[in-house]
Nanobody, 125 residues
Framework: QVQLVESGGGLVQPGGSLRLTCAAS????????VGWFRQAPGKEREGVSC????????YYADSVKGRFTISRDNLKNTVYLQMNSLKPEDTAVYYC??????????????????WGQGTQVTVSS
């Protein structure tokens, strides 16, 4: 059974940094693509970033490009989202999810069928 647990969220001032962690169990993480998504109150869920299964190809939404970095440590079955230069509009619940495949081009496509419980990120002074 696939399980994903996010951690690392919190309250940070604008311009600050956080690193989110998505710890996976129940499967070998390099067999799956992983995506980070977020949902702010009253807004639709949006894809933030994703990373492919084995070759490490990455995707970033325009709103986070240059500020966020996704990476994976397959030995630890963990995917990270380093978030720098945070803005109030980054405030949301952040979720990680896995897909047996991802296609990365101008967007990240996949069948994200396993989700974590989410971690709250609040950017405020």
């Amino acid at each position: 059974q696939v399980q994903l647990v996010e951690s690392g969220g919190g309250l940070v001032q604008p311009g600050g940094s956080l690193r989110l962690t998505c710890a996976a169990s129940g499967f070998t993480s390099d067999a799956y693509g992983v995506g980070w998504f977020r949902q702010a109150p009253g807004k639709e869920r949006e894809g933030v970033s994703c990373i492919s299964n084995s070759d490490g190809v990455t995707y970033y939404a325009d709103s986070v490009k240059g500020r966020f970095t996704i990476s994976r440590d397959n030995l630890k079955n963990t995917v990270y989202l380093q978030m720098n230069s945070l803005k109030p509009e980054d405030t949301a619940v952040y979720y990680c999810a896995t897909s047996p495949w991802v296609q990365i081009g101008r967007q990240c496509f996949g069948h994200f069928d396993s989700w974590g419980q989410g971690t709250q990120v609040t950017v405020s002074s």
